[in-house]
Antibody, heavy 121, light 109 residues
Framework: EVQLVESGGALVQPGRSLRLSCAASGFTFHDYTMHWVRQAPGKGLEWVSGISWNSGSIDQADSVKGRFTISRDNAKNALYLQMNSLRPEDTALYYC??????????????WGQGTLVTVSS | SYELTQVPSVSVSPGQTASITCSGDALAKHYGHWYQQKPGQAPVLLIKQDNERPSGIPERFSGSSSGTIMTLTISGVQAEDEADYYCQSAGSGGIYSVVFGGGTKLTVL
């Protein structure tokens, strides 16, 4: 059974940093591209960042470029999101998601339950 | 940059058919996918690659796509189908970039 368990969410002040983690199990982690997707309270889904199986390629949303860094440790079956210079608009539930390449676009076949990040003074 | 547009809300009576549309230039070049999200839960993949149902998804859910528009159809809507529905496709950034629609709230009357 595929499981994705996020952790690391917290209440932080604007300008501070936070590191999210996602522990993966039930599938061959190093075979798949992984992503972070967030959802602000009462709002829709927003893609944040994706990383290739070997960390060789990374993409990020414009809204987090220069502030957030995605990484992974295949030996530990873990995905990370380093979040720097946090802003109130980064307040959201952050989901770790396993992706699959379907023909010509990625989709997310498994999601974690999310970890909540609140940025407020 | 690619954007996907959805109507904010759709209402339907139980047993009727609901259609939820998603439009955007990305859909002319890339497959689209649909997710269902119920309150307090993570999204669930509902339809992949325009019209394929993952294992475990009921047959009443179907998808189609033509040009820049894709449609999620729910036949014989049940009360348990009340949820938010999101479309998704490739983004206009790098190969891993992704774009979501704004979501459609389905209300079962």
């Amino acid at each position: 059974e595929v499981q994705l368990v996020e952790s690391g969410g917290a209440l932080v002040q604007p300008g501070r940093s936070l590191r999210l983690s996602c522990a993966a199990s039930g599938f061959t982690f190093h075979d798949y591209t992984m992503h972070w997707v967030r959802q602000a309270p009462g709002k829709g889904l927003e893609w944040v960042s994706g990383i290739s199986w070997n960390s060789g390629s990374i993409d990020q949303a414009d809204s987090v470029k220069g502030r957030f860094t995605i990484s992974r440790d295949n030996a530990k079956n873990a995905l990370y999101l380093q979040m720097n210079s946090l802003r109130p608009e980064d307040t959201a539930l952050y989901y770790c998601a396993k992706s699959y390449y379907g023909g010509n676009s990625y989709y997310f076949d498994y999601w974690g339950q999310g970890t909540l990040v609140t940025v407020s003074s | 940059s690619y954007e996907l547009t959805q109507v904010p809300s759709v209402s339907v009576s139980p047993g009727q058919t609901a259609s939820i549309t998603c439009s955007g230039d990305a859909l002319a070049k890339h497959y689209g996918h649909w997710y269902q999200q119920k309150p307090g839960q993570a999204p669930v993949l509902l339809i992949k690659q325009d019209n394929e149902r993952p294992s475990g998804i009921p047959e009443r859910f179907s998808g189609s796509s033509s040009g820049t528009i894709m449609t999620l159809t729910i036949s014989g809507v049940q009360a348990e189908d009340e949820a938010d529905y999101y479309c998704q496709s490739a983004g206009s950034g790098g190969i891993y970039s992704v774009v979501f629609g704004g979501g459609t709230k389905l209300t079962v009357l």
